[in-house]
């Protein structure tokens, strides 16, 4: 038996090694804001975001210019947005922010992208301003970011001005994260009852309790720390709350599990769950995985 978990362990080992250097080039916290157009205005235009704080261009710094030479922008739209002037507001990309935030005014495939530090934190306000091809602006009321990477749809008419269409569901978002980490733990528990030797008929109501709200838990914390604070945090609490669920489910098991040694009980339950936190961790690395 123990050949069997030292065989089982090392390919979990070797599979991660693999998979981490693929994926290890874009774990880092990377705040995003993506802003889709429906029905866009016709003919020309220009998308900025409004950022609390007047303009001042002492203190905010360009994260757009207007190329003059290269004719990057229609100058007399990009003035618009340079000039701006609306107490308590400055346009982020053409007046600037304080922190470093990327972006383009204009698309053409009306899909705007605002990215890094100088976007409004989680939970704080901004608004969508556009400049339409004779020059005139639209503003949108006050929106909230409410996730780290974040996508909503708009859309624009005449009448209505920019309302915003379609938001990310957090629950939705959630139950896609949970199901493939629920089911892989699942699985993983399942099979090593068998490796070791001990009855699923007799235990598998109490393993499937068990991993339901021990993963509801862990996936609560990973998910809302993740779209208040992106990735790399939620990264950070893998450890120590699987140390604590190893710990809880190693008690449990001694406790509960039928078998024929606690010590064997207590074995199985750290091996499970250094299985399943491990390809438990290689699923929140898929890309797009809170999609």
Not at 26 to 51: A, E, R, S
């Amino acid at each position: 038996m123990k050949k069997r978990i030292c065989i089982f362990l090392s390919v979990l080992v070797l599979f991660t090694c693999i998979f981490s250097i693929s994926a290890s080039a874009d774990m880092g916290p990377k705040p995003q804001l993506t802003i889709k157009v429906d029905n866009p205005p016709q003919g020309l235009y220009y998308l900025d975001l409004l950022l609390p704080g007047d303009a001042d261009g002492e203190k905010w710094h360009p994260n757009v210019e207007n190329d003059q030479e290269n004719n990057s922008y229609d100058s007399s739209l990009f003035n618009v947005l340079k000039e701006y002037n609306e107490p308590g507001w400055h346009t982020g990309l053409v007046q600037g922010t304080g922190a470093p935030m990327w972006g383009d005014i204009y698309s053409d495939s009306n899909s705007f992208h605002f990215r890094y530090f100088g976007l409004p934190g989680v939970g704080n306000k901004y608004k969508i301003i556009m400049v339409l091809s004779d020059g005139s602006t639209v503003v949108s009321e006050e929106l909230t970011r409410k996730i780290y990477q974040e996508e909503i749809t708009v859309s624009y008419s005449a009448e209505t001005g920019i309302k915003v269409t379609h938001e990310k569901s957090k629950f939705l978002m959630f139950i896609i994260q949970f199901l493939p980490t629920i089911a892989v733990t699942l699985i993983i528990e399942i099979l090593l009852l068998l490796v070791f030797k001990i009855s699923i008929k007799d235990n598998l109501v109490l393993v499937l309790i068990t991993n339901i709200l021990t993963n509801i838990g862990l996936n609560l914390i990973l998910f809302f720390t993740n779209i208040s604070s992106g990735y790399l945090s939620s990264f950070m609490l893998i450890i120590p709350l699987e140390i604590a669920i190893i710990i809880a489910e190693c008690i449990t098991y001694a406790v509960l599990m039928k078998s024929n040694s606690k010590v064997r009980n207590v074995v199985y339950a750290i091996v499970a769950n250094v299985s399943s936190a491990v390809l438990g961790f290689l699923i929140l690395l898929i890309p797009g995985i809170f999609k």
